[in-house]
């Protein structure tokens, strides 16, 4: 659910404006690549002979390629590698840069026309030219002439110099926009770039063939269209998930509702709970679909109460033994509920049922102990005890806070797991979190804010 909600966020944002921080971090990147790009041009001797037509055609075909996207994550790969390995390897080689960005902003002039992207979206074209800059370093400095299979060494040191730039811009970008960790940025450019060496070879075979018999260039077109139907076929599937996961977000969102017009006691409580699980998860360093389970655990823990009958879950005095037993069936319930959903909730259905296990097996409703009980779980039974002593409830007044974390500090080990006490007290120290209300816990499950879904490291 997390990838395909990342593509629809990134399909949302691309037709609005940039804000203030994608403006700055875009900005000052794309000036540096100018500079860079053209004191390469000015600088840095040729030995290749410009031939204005090739030159078009190669900038033309660039242009296109890159419009054969492949979504994933907050981004997408294109097979652009297929017309950049000849643009190196057969144009001059200063120029390449300002070339390769030159392609990249006619790339988007029909998305803008369309109004699919915004208007002042190609300054991130620029930003982003960094990628064939490590390579024609190299090559400047070891294989300046036309392609030759006897650079073939060469021709692999330019290719991981231009792998560890486009990582490196990579990852500066997303996390200065948008507060994604190195690693999650290198996962995703992980799909990128196993694209990219796969058709690296294809055209540098091509480039070389080129170089004799300009025409051999016509042989990439049939290529680019396979991959162009390959891509529609893929856009169309993600279309119809983020179809599927809007209707899916929709009955979490019911789910909380009905919890609200049962008991807003419950439901003021789960949502509390949601903003303490966020500053746990991002002591713990939890992100990705670990973090979005956690969350829908810490917001659904609960709502297995709904089938509990109102005078025991209303009653303003301690609950008798039977009575316990019933309420101890709550998360059992709750499981079932979610189960009947499936997928996402379906897991989040299994942290549920293991929300009242501890830590050293007393629990309920399976006496699971120590590490036996899910990460999640532990996390929300945690937040959930600090939440219900540091609240009033029908029966009894709030405690101060200091005795609720002594009460915690007391029971770590044996109650509760003692890191994410430690956690908790660490995210405590920095404040109470400021606890959301209805409408912002319904942004968040309707995907409004990727930062909730990504925490940063």
């Not at 316990?324 to 499981?335: A, L, S, Y």
Request: some cysteine; aromatic content about 8%.
């Amino acid at each position: 659910m997390l990838a395909e909600q990342l593509v629809g966020e990134a399909r949302a944002r691309r037709p609005q404006g940039m804000n203030h921080r994608e403006r700055v971090v875009l900005g000052v990147s794309a000036a540096l690549f100018l500079l860079v790009a053209v004191g390469l041009a000015v600088f840095l001797p040729s030995e290749r002979h410009p031939d204005p037509l090739l030159i078009a055609a190669l900038v033309a075909g660039h242009a296109l390629v890159s419009r054969v996207r492949f979504e994933f994550g907050n981004g997408y790969v294109a097979p652009e590698q297929l017309t950049l390995v000849p643009l190196v390897l057969l144009t001059p080689l200063p120029f390449v840069p300002l070339l390769a960005a030159l392609s990249a902003v006619l790339s988007v002039i029909p998305d803008v026309i369309e109004g699919h992207w915004h208007r002042d979206r190609w300054v991130g074209y620029i930003a982003d030219g960094w990628c064939p800059v490590g390579a024609v370093i190299v090559l400047a400095a070891l294989a300046p002439g036309p392609p030759d299979v006897d650079h073939a060494a060469v021709y692999i040191l330019a290719f991981a110099a231009q792998v560890t730039g486009d990582l490196f811009w990579s990852v500066v970008r997303d996390r200065l926009i948008d507060g994604v960790s190195p690693r999650e940025t290198a996962r995703n450019w992980s799909g990128a770039i196993r694209i990219d060496a796969v058709l690296s070879p294809v055209a540098f075979f091509i480039a070389v063939e080129a170089s004799q018999h300009p025409l051999a260039l016509l042989s990439i077109p049939p290529l680019v269209w396979l991959l162009k139907i390959f891509s529609r076929e893929r856009e169309h599937r993600y279309h119809a998930t983020l179809e599927l996961h809007r209707a899916y977000r929709g009955t979490v969102m019911l789910l909380s509702d009905v919890v609200e017009f049962e008991d807003a006691y419950t439901a003021e409580h789960s949502r509390s709970i949601v903003e303490l699980v966020h500053a746990v998860a991002s002591e713990l360093r939890i992100e990705g679909q670990d973090f979005q389970e956690l969350e829908f655990a810490a917001l659904l823990h609960d709502v297995g109460k709904i089938a509990i009958p109102k005078e025991i879950l209303n009653k303003p005095s301690a609950l008798t033994p039977e009575e316990f037993e019933v309420m101890k069936t709550h998360t059992i319930e709750g499981q079932f509920m979610l189960d009947r959903v499936g997928g996402l909730l379906g897991r989040v259905g299994a942290i549920v049922r293991s929300c009242h296990e501890r830590w050293d097996g007393s629990g309920y409703p399976d006496n699971l102990s120590g590490e036996n009980i899910p990460l999640a779980a532990r996390i929300v039974f945690v937040c959930d005890a600090y939440n219900a002593m540091t609240t009033d409830r029908v029966y009894r007044s709030a405690l101060p806070q200091e005795a609720a974390l002594a009460e915690l500090e007391e029971n770590a080990g044996t109650q509760f797991d003692p890191t994410i006490v430690a956690a908790l007290f660490r995210a405590l120290e920095r404040g109470e979190p400021a606890f959301s209300g209805t409408d912002e816990v319904r942004a968040v499950l309707a995907g409004a804010t990727a930062s909730r879904l990504r925490t940063p490291a």
